[in-house]
């Protein structure tokens, strides 16, 4: 007998650099793209509109397993509101507590990169070459940076912090000039916090991870 599988709903909130789409799989938060994503994340990805309920005559959605789908608003509600709050204060330069978050998705090889990238903290930055050699292997750069860009989680997973070499601002999901900004964003930040003698944010709240059983 078929089980009762999880259907992703997902909502759109504004934000400085545009549209953020957070996917929420009942209590967990386990996407956010920027609206205009390259890649852009597929319909299964990102479920249903938060706000949208099936009509009492369609049937039900149906995963990949061929399970029945459902989701709980509820929690998913949650979801929202506590990662709309955190995103208020990124971009206000206030750390707030860190986050929770499943990764669902990615390849062994991509998750090490995830788990690499969710380390460099705040105001800091890191070149593809240097990520590809704290996982052991320097010539992995590019393959670091195509498991950079496929980051389910955007600013939660701070992929902007990555750089080419010589700090050179290339590749992102969103466009140069978003990725730009987030740092720019960083870096006033962490120079305000210096020149008020207080201490600069030495890492940005490590989400907390879980990962899909």
Known sequence: MKGISTMNTFKIIDSPVGGLVLVARDQDLVGVYHEYHSPEPSP???GLPADE???NDQPPEVASNGSPAT???DAASAVFQSTEEWLRGYFRGVMAPPLSYNLVGGTEFQRKVWAAVAEIPYGERRTYKE???ALGNHAMG???GAAVRANPLSIVIPGHRVVGAGG???GYAAGV???R???ELESAVAEMAAQANGPAPSASPSPVQHTAS
């Open 53 to 55: 309920e099936l009509p």
């Open 131 to 133: 990520v590809a050699g």
């Open 177 to 179: 000039a978003v990725k």
């Open 168 to 170: 050179a601002i290339t």
């Open 181 to 183: 900004s987030l740092l």
């Open 71 to 73: 989701s709980d608003p």
């Open 142 to 144: 590019r393959a670091v």
């Open 44 to 46: 299964v990805i990102l």
